[in-house]
């Protein structure tokens, strides 16, 4: 009833103001039918935003002191980072993005410099993280987990990215050809000692979609752990399993991340490593120790102070918990209730778990503010938010990136969410998925699916291409 209301209450608004804005920025109510409720994507934080703000608004529940925060951490998220000190302050000596927004523009995936500009960034920002390891799992003692390839002016980056795609054409069983596309990396302008590729892992990430980020910290851990306990389909190949992490000194379910590999949204880490900005968490510089320090202190620079506080960290992190989740579109459209039924026929509801709950209480911030507006909602994410092998026999390697992240091995990868990924290409302008933005469209991502994801990928590579182009619509209503 409540949602019948809204809705209604909103079509009323919209016919007094001529229509005009609410078709540019609204789903149009008219062509709308809710099934059971599976629209509302997110509870009480649904939002019915079509446009490229999809992801940058806030749930109707956030009103008050909390919509002050929420605008001041919308602002700390996307305000440009400068090498100064004082406000906007602390970027550098060296980093991989100016602001939280430089990589998640609109709060979602900013285009990949890998596609646009063939690896690193020249615009002061690359919009994705490159990771570095030894063949042992262990760090390079002078890089470190990261290689920042930008810098601030008179320090040398770290390094810079290229990529080469190989590119190999398949024939679905109906004779449509689908073509994959393999990424294969190097590393060139090492700001020490150059390390040779046989040496060394390198595995990229570009940015995840900020869509629901709230729900996902009040997920139920019980509810998490009961489905890696049951998702096991051996006539499949599937079965799940959590990740954990201890992070200062707490053993915790991690949820967050392409690996589930951390148990909170790394306000503060992305502070200090994405963007070089000290904090009471990570207080000391990322390349403390490096050549980078000497040379910055040398141009005057002080790494004294820290950057940012942890109020505001707070402010972020609840900016980005407090969004709202867009609402599916086009739900009775024929094509797309086909596509649904293909969805599951292909089994891939096994991992993308349609329905889930969140706590009571909601969810708690960095800081320790309680959001309990989150708590006891039934959410559709389209996630388990468990690990899965995802298979190393695709073009001789997979999605088996080598990187151990947690106990989530190389082959290992979280269930990723989709909603809102139907609304990627609007907000962000490109239709880039998996975790190094390799599948150029949906068809591709679902294709590059091996080992617990092999049967679901047969099952979808079997379909006709009228079921699989109605699979593909339904994703996009999500």
């Keep these: 009833m409540m949602n019948r209301l809204m809705r209604y209450s909103w079509l009323l608004l919209c016919l007094s103001v001529g229509l005009t804005a609410c078709d540019d920025d609204r789903i149009d109510v008219l062509d709308i039918e809710i099934p059971e409720g599976y ?77 646009s500009e063939g690896g690193s960034g020249s615009y002061g920002f690359s919009s994705m993280l490159v990771y570095i390891s030894r063949k042992n799992g262990a760090f390079f003692q002078d890089y470190g987990r990261v290689l920042h390839d930008q810098a601030i002016y008179g320090v040398k980056p770290e390094g810079k990215l290229s990529v080469e795609y190989i590119y190999e054409t398949f024939t679905f069983p109906d004779g449509e050809k689908y073509e994959l596309c ?194 006891s909602q039934t959410i559709h994410p389209y996630s388990d938010f468990l690990l899965h092998d995802m298979g190393s026999e695709i073009m001789g390697v997979g999605l088996n990136d080598n990187y151990v992240s947690g106990l989530a091995r190389g082959n290992e990868w979280r269930t990723t969410p989709l909603w809102g990924i139907g609304l990627q290409e609007k907000v962000n302008g490109h239709t880039y998925f998996l975790h190094d933005g390799r599948a150029r469209n949906l068809v591709e991502a679902i294709m590059w699916h091996g080992g617990e994801g092999e049967a679901s990928k047969n099952l979808f590579k079997n379909m006709s291409k009228d079921d699989r182009d109605a699979l593909i619509a339904f994703l996009n209503s999500l």
């Design 39 to 115: 629209a509302l994507s997110a509870g009480t934080s649904t939002i019915f935003m079509n446009s490229s703000k999809a992801y940058d608004s806030p749930a109707d529940w956030v009103s008050g002191v909390y919509n002050s925060r929420f605008n001041d951490g919308d602002g700390l998220y996307d305000d440009v980072r400068t090498s100064s000190n004082g406000m906007g302050g602390g970027l550098g000596p060296v980093y991989a993005g100016y602001s939280c927004g430089s990589c998640h523009r609109n709060a979602g995936r900013t285009k990949p410099t890998l596609w």
């Design 182 to 375: 393999k990424p294969a990396y190097s590393i060139s302008e090492w700001y020490a000692d150059s390390i040779r590729p046989e040496d060394m892992f390198c595995t990229v990430r570009i940015p995840l979609r900020h869509v629901g980020m709230g729900q996902m910290m009040a997920l139920d851990p019980t509810e998490i752990e009961a489905l890696a306990a049951k998702s096991n389909y051996p006539e499949y190949g599937i079965s799940g399993r959590c990740n954990y992490i201890t992070e200062r000194g707490v053993r915790s379910l991690g949820l967050s991340g392409n690996k589930a590999q951390h148990a909170d949204l790394t306000v503060e880490l992305g502070f200090s490593s994405d963007m070089g900005v000290t904090n009471s968490r990570y207080p000391e510089e990322i390349c403390e120790g490096q050549a980078q320090v000497n040379q910055g202190s040398m141009m005057g620079l002080s790494y004294a102070q820290l950057d940012v506080s942890t109020e505001d960290m707070e402010d972020v992190d609840l900016y980005m918990q407090s969004l709202g989740v867009p609402a599916r579109r086009n739900v009775n459209d024929p094509q797309v209730i086909k596509g649904e039924q293909n969805f599951y026929k292909a089994k891939c509801h096994l991992c993308h778990v349609t329905t889930l709950h969140t706590k009571p209480r909601g969810s708690v911030l960095l800081n320790g503010t309680r959001l309990p507006w989150l708590g």
